[in-house]
């Protein structure tokens, strides 16, 4: 089955520690993004990347850091830079440059931190 | 600067009535719209879409209207059903390169009562 899978779907932090978020996903899309939900909000986009090798900020950018070596995965770092890192943290991808076609999600991962 | 705002956070439908979710937008460059589900501890799943050229449409039970002049659009679902019982986000992309950068609402939990 194609999709995209994130892990862990839990995940506990102490204060000052940095933790990865794992991304991959099997639709052979180009494109991939991660977003923030906090409660009452909308989800606000962290990072983008449109192709390997290349990446761009997002509107909450600050303290998360990217990489996308490989075409199928799309890690994101939460730094002890991140001032309020405790959130739902969705992984998306699409197709490609049409600003037509929907997102798909990942099942998403909930960071705390203690 | 929300740009996109789902102002009302709940909604609550009797079973086979109509549901009518409710977004406005300030950014007259959008020209696609989205509604998004979301179920807990889940991620969102596309729902429906609509073109700026377009002011209607319909997909089975769920119909999307769009009034470019007021800067609104609404999801309306007919008849609602108990699985219908969700989080929607409404959200809005605007002609530009790249990746699918939305931009999305605060969501609006629905719940439909039998």
């Known amino acids: 089955d194609g999709g995209i899978t994130q892990s862990p779907k839990y995940l506990f932090r102490k204060e000052g520690q940095n933790v990865t978020l794992s991304c991959e996903q099997n639709l052979n899309h180009d494109a991939m993004y991660w977003y923030r939900q906090d409660p009452g909000q909308g989800l606000r986009l962290i990072y983008y990347s449109q192709i390997v090798n290349d990446f761009q900020k997002g509107d909450i950018a600050e303290g998360y850091s990217v990489s996308r070596e490989k075409k199928e995965s799309f890690p994101l770092t939460v730094t002890s830079a991140q001032k309020n890192p405790t959130a739902f943290y969705l992984c998306?991808?699409?197709?490609?440059?049409?600003?037509?076609?929907?997102?798909?999600f990942g099942e998403g991962s909930r960071l705390t931190v203690l | 600067d929300q740009q996109v705002k789902q102002n009302s956070p709940s909604l609550s439908v009797q079973e086979g009535r109509i549901s009518i979710l409710n977004c406005d937008y300030t950014n007259s460059m959008f020209d696609y719209f989205l509604w998004y589900k979301k179920y807990p501890a889940e991620g969102p799943t596309f729902l429906i879409s609509?073109?700026?050229?377009?002011d209607k449409n319909e997909d089975g039970r769920f119909t999307v209207f769009l009034n470019k002049s007021a800067k609104h659009l609404s999801l309306h679902i007919v008849p609602s059903q108990p699985g219908d019982s969700a989080v929607y986000f409404c959200?809005?992309?605007?002609?530009?390169?790249?990746?699918?950068?939305?931009?999305f609402g605060q969501g609006t939990r629905l719940t439909i009562n039998p």
């Open positions: 998306a991808s699409s197709i490609g440059a049409t600003r037509t076609g929907e997102l798909f």
């Open positions: 959200a809005a992309s605007a002609r530009s390169q790249g990746a699918q950068k939305l931009v």
């Open positions: 609509i073109s700026s050229i377009k």
